[in-house]
């Protein structure tokens, strides 16, 4: 299981911060545009344990059909989704949200496998690990951007 990890202080109270990311169409904003992300579910969507979503998006011009579901739902402090189908053999994303300075930290942890055994480790030492390191830079200064005061 490989893992990618972020922390990122933001300059507003840990609501406002969860708030922003407990929209799923947020992620659209804070997303690359070169992956083409869309949500599919229709909107709104009541978030909770138990609610799936399901995204669109494209991967080296690859259309790529992606469902989670949310796992923990704690409003205010964190979450965690889990990819019921999509391009990895495994996927779930903790977002964790903590009082910091005047302001949150936020941090997203990652963990995740490939699919397809030996190709798959092959993919991920190559343009996988790549494209989760720049998809999630990406994030990063959108979301700075989105919450610079």
Same mark, same amino acid.
């Given at each position: 299981?490989?893992?990618?990890?972020?922390?990122?202080?933001? @300059?507003?109270?840990?609501?406002?911060?969860?708030?922003?990311?407990?929209?799923?169409?947020?992620?659209?904003?804070?997303?690359? @545009?070169?992956?083409?992300?869309?949500?599919?579910?229709?909107?709104?969507? +009541?978030?909770?344990?138990?609610?799936?979503?399901?995204?669109?998006?494209?991967?080296?011009?690859?259309?790529?059909?992606?469902?989670?579901?949310?796992?923990?739902?704690?409003?205010?402090?964190?979450?965690?989704?889990?990819?019921?189908?999509?391009? *990895?053999? +495994?996927?779930?994303?903790?977002? +964790?949200?903590?009082?910091?300075?005047?302001?949150?930290?936020?941090?997203?942890?990652?963990? *995740?496998?490939?699919?397809?055994? @030996?190709?798959?480790?092959?993919?991920?030492?190559?343009?996988?690990?790549?494209?989760?390191?720049?998809?999630?830079?990406?994030?990063?200064?959108?979301?700075?951007?989105?919450?610079?005061?």
């Amino acid at each position: 299981m490989h893992t990618l990890e972020r922390t990122q202080v933001l @300059p507003v109270a840990p609501g406002e911060a969860f708030d922003f990311f407990a929209d799923a169409f947020n992620l659209e904003v804070i997303t690359p @545009p070169w992956l083409r992300f869309r949500v599919v579910t229709r909107g709104p969507i +009541a978030m909770k344990a138990g609610t799936l979503i399901e995204y669109r998006l494209r991967l080296h011009g690859l259309p790529i059909r992606w469902l989670t579901r949310i796992e923990v739902w704690e409003p205010g402090r964190r979450f965690e989704d889990r990819q019921l189908r999509g391009p *990895y053999g +495994a996927w779930y994303h903790s977002h +964790a949200f903590a009082a910091h300075d005047g302001g949150t930290s936020m941090r997203d942890v990652v963990r *995740y496998t490939m699919p397809l055994g @030996p190709l798959g480790r092959l993919a991920h030492r190559g343009p996988v690990r790549r494209d989760l390191e720049r998809i999630f830079d990406f994030r990063r200064d959108a979301v700075a951007a989105r919450f610079a005061r």
